[in-house]
Structures are given as C-alpha cells and as structure tokens.
C-alpha cells in the first residue's frame, strides 16, 4: 500500500470521527468538515490506486519487452 492510499483512507476515518463528534456536538461547521475530511480522503485513496495500477502497467510492459528481447 503506498503513501497516499494509506494517508486517504486516514483521512477518511479521522473524517468520519470529526462528523459523528459535530453531529453528537450539534456543530454543523465540524459535522461539515468531516465531510470534506471524507471526501478528501476518498480521492487521495483513489489517486494512490491509479499509481499503483500506473506502476504496474508500466512495469508490465517493461517486463514484456524484457522477455521480448531475450
């Protein structure tokens, strides 16, 4: 797992935690920036998938030409 999929989904989590603390709080403001905590997190997640599938595909196809030219 890299740097970004495990910093999303720590965000998503500590998001998650800063909603239910404003919905139990009644502060609308926290509740809400959990919610973009979430978000926040759920793109950084996805953005660390795709340059994993990135360096996978890359290296892939470097291992193909590599087999190719023996």
Avoid: F, H, I, P
Wanted: overall charge negative; glycine content about 10%.
């Amino acid at each position: 797992m890299n740097d970004d999929k495990l910093k999303g989904k720590w965000n998503q989590v500590k998001g998650e935690a800063k909603k239910q603390w404003g919905e139990m709080t009644g502060d609308e403001s926290t509740r809400l920036e959990g919610n973009v905590d979430k978000a926040k997190g759920k793109v950084q997640e996805e953005y660390g998938e795709a340059k994993d599938r990135t360096a996978r595909a890359v290296n892939d196809l470097v291992d193909d030409e590599d087999r190719d030219n023996l």
